[in-house]
């Protein structure tokens, strides 16, 4: 549905040139919600940009709906880019216009009659769940309402691609929830395909399909969600997800220095990685069954769904013998969960004021 090909994108300044995007290469599917988290600065608004052309790229293509965009005049432009709706941060509503001259703006520049608009801003207004407030001004409304309100008015056009930049940061984290789950269903029953601009990685594990990592203007790494939270690779991605997951550990342990090697009286930390069935399995039962000698402490548990497959984190803490400690790694890496030895970590057993 949307093809990014060596998209560059350089903004001459005073100061010199700004690389913001460097030989971006992206594929989003139909009906695809598609997910691009970066630090502030990495690019996101500008690629978010250049895909509706808002931005036009300093070179590379951008082909939407099979037609590629950066060789269209400008009326031609204008047409495609009715298949695209936005939303914002900030929302960017008309605060003169009531909720429903807001969500009939498009379609009034589209040049459509007072009965079309109606037809069209009525089912939208249900869409979003403000049929209640068609009558109202944006003051009137919380924010989560106004975003409902930008997402009925980026769809007016039956728009077939919704991008979204950085949609819920300004929402408190149940009416983004709320909101999420609103775009979510709008993509199931529109067939939609979704673009999501967020520097959070709690909103790529809750709304997205796939995701890239976009880092200093180009793609660190991408793939399902599934995968990248599985199976992290790039530094990057590994620091977005340990926001995700900070203080995992419990305080006793968070500050001790890691060794590789094993030292005496010092606790061995593991991750443990369930994914799917294997999230039900008793893992934790049959080691203490195997290893009766050692002592087996759960630091931080975590089990959600990820694109409807379970998903469970454990961090456990192994007391013993080094050899015991070895044999009960060895036979956890034999079983169909992902092991990461974190190292050995002396336990601070009196806190220290
Ligand atoms: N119009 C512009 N002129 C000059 N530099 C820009 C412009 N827009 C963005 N940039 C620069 O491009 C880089 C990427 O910006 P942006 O795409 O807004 O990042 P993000 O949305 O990820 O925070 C930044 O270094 C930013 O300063
Ligand atoms: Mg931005």
Redesign the pocket.
């Known amino acids: 549905m949307i093809k990014l090909k060596n998209i560059v994108k350089t903004?001459d300044?005073p100061n010199g040139s700004?690389h913001?995007l460097k030989d971006i290469n992206l594929e989003i599917k139909r009906g695809e919600i598609y997910g691009i988290i970066?630090?502030?600065?990495?690019?996101?608004?500008?690629?978010v940009r250049c895909i509706n052309m808002l931005e036009r790229p300093t070179s590379g293509n951008v082909i939407v709906n099979g037609k590629d965009l950066t060789t269209m005049t400008e009326s031609q432009l204008r047409e495609a880019r009715k298949d695209i709706g936005m939303i914002f941060q900030h929302f960017n509503l008309l605060s003169t216009s009531t909720v429903y001259d807001n969500i009939a703006f498009p379609l009034k520049l589209a040049g459509k009659s007072k009965e079309e608009i109606k037809a069209k801003v009525e089912p939208l207004l249900k869409l979003v769940g403000l049929e209640n407030k068609a009558h109202q001004y944006p003051s009137q409304l919380s924010g989560g309402q106004k975003q409902r309100v930008g997402i009925a008015r980026a769809l007016a056009n039956d728009t077939k691609v919704l991008l979204c930049?950085e949609a819920t940061s300004a929402l408190d984290p149940q009416t983004t929830k709320a909101i999420l789950e609103l775009i979510r269903d709008i993509n199931k029953k529109l067939q939609l395909t979704v673009v999501v601009?967020t520097h959070e990685m709690q909103v790529i594990k809750d709304l997205c399909d796939k995701v890239a990592v976009?880092d200093h203007?180009v793609i660190a790494e991408n793939g399902t969600v599934l995968e990248i939270f599985t199976n992290p690779k790039e530094p990057i991605t590994k620091e977005f997800m340990s926001v995700l997951s900070s203080n995992e550990l419990p305080a006793a342990y968070r500050n001790g220095k890691v060794h590789k090697e094993y030292i005496k009286d010092a606790t061995m930390l593991l991750r443990l990685t369930f994914i799917g069935e294997s999230a039900d399995n008793p893992v934790i039962a049959g080691l203490i069954r195997k290893f009766p000698e050692l002592d087996i402490s759960i630091l931080f548990g975590d089990l959600s769904q990820i694109q409807m497959v379970q998903f469970g984190r454990m961090i456990i803490g192994l007391d013993g013998k080094e050899d015991q400690i070895k044999d009960a790694i060895k036979s956890l890496m034999e079983q169909d969960l992902k092991v990461e030895v974190i190292g050995y970590v002396q336990r601070r057993t009196h806190a220290t004021a």
């Open positions: 903004y300044t700004v913001a970066g630090l502030s600065g990495a690019g996101k608004s500008t690629l930049d601009i976009l203007g």
